[in-house]
């Protein structure tokens, strides 16, 4: 199983982008998927999550600018991002808890990361 995040990219103030990222793999059942980032020198935060039935949550500082959302058949999570701030820069990484049908447990995978950067 893999997640492949993509559509990172520079920007300036006010801007948007949308990011994409896309699991591969036999899987079972797909539950939460989510979007976190890592700016530099901070620790990783949670920017927003969907369930399965579409239920959605967002960090306060991204509320009314990003909208998570979710296409099942393609096992994909999206992140459309507006009004970026350069405060949004960092390296975005896109996660499921997901069951693969090789070992019907569930786990957490992680995509790569795609770098945002948001000039002034």
């Known amino acids: 199983v893999q997640l492949q995040a993509s559509g990172g990219g520079l920007v300036q103030a006010g801007g948007s982008l949308r990011l994409s990222c896309v699991t591969s793999?036999?899987?079972?059942?797909?539950?939460?998927m989510g979007w976190y980032r890592q700016a530099p020198g901070k620790q990783r935060e949670l920017v927003a999550g969907i369930t399965s039935d579409g239920s959605t949550n967002y960090a306060d500082s991204v509320k009314g600018r990003f909208t998570i959302s979710r296409d099942n058949a393609k096992k994909s999570v999206y992140l459309q991002m507006n009004s970026l701030k350069p405060e949004d820069t960092a390296v975005y990484y896109c996660?499921?808890?997901?069951?693969?049908?090789?070992?019907?447990?569930?786990?957490?995978?992680w995509g790569q990361g795609t770098l945002v950067t948001v000039s002034s």
């Open positions: 996660n499921a808890d997901l069951i693969p049908v090789t070992t019907m447990i569930s786990y957490t995978y």
């Open positions: 793999g036999i899987i079972f059942k797909i539950n939460k």
